[in-house]
């Protein structure tokens, strides 16, 4: 009964930075997880970053430590993902979803997901 949304996808450049965010609805922020994923065609899914609130601890992929950075408003119940120094391989769609676990990185811990927004890295 949690609704997601995710937007901010989009094609640029190797090197180049891409910020998404993502909305949830229906739900107490203080409680949950929030994290984001990514998949492509024929792979499976990707544990990426994630934000508990419960816990205030951030955490991420090793793939992405040091360019991928989480920040949050609390007013608008948003996380938001900075993606810097952008690589190819980063090319996937990427998911927002909630977890009820206060911190956990297992896409089948995570109930409720967003449609997905592509991002798109070029060389």
């Known amino acids: 009964q949690v609704q997601v949304v995710e937007s901010g996808g989009g094609l640029v450049q190797a090197g180049g930075s891409l910020r998404l965010s993502c909305t949830a609805s229906g739900q107490t922020f203080s409680r949950y997880t929030m994290g984001w994923f990514r998949q492509v065609p024929g792979k499976e899914r990707d544990f990426v970053a994630a934000?508990?609130?419960?816990?205030?601890?951030?955490y991420y992929a090793s793939s992405v430590k040091g360019r991928f950075t989480i920040s949050r408003d609390n007013a608008k119940n948003t996380v938001y993902l900075q993606m810097n120094s952008l690589k190819p391989e980063d090319t996937a769609v990427y998911y927002c979803?909630?977890?009820?676990?206060?911190?956990?990185?297992?896409?089948?811990?995570?109930?409720?997901w967003g449609q997905g927004t592509q991002v798109t890295v070029s060389s």
């Open positions: 979803a909630v977890s009820q676990r206060v911190v956990t990185s297992t896409p089948s811990d995570f109930g409720s």
């Open positions: 934000f508990s609130w419960s816990a205030g601890y951030t």
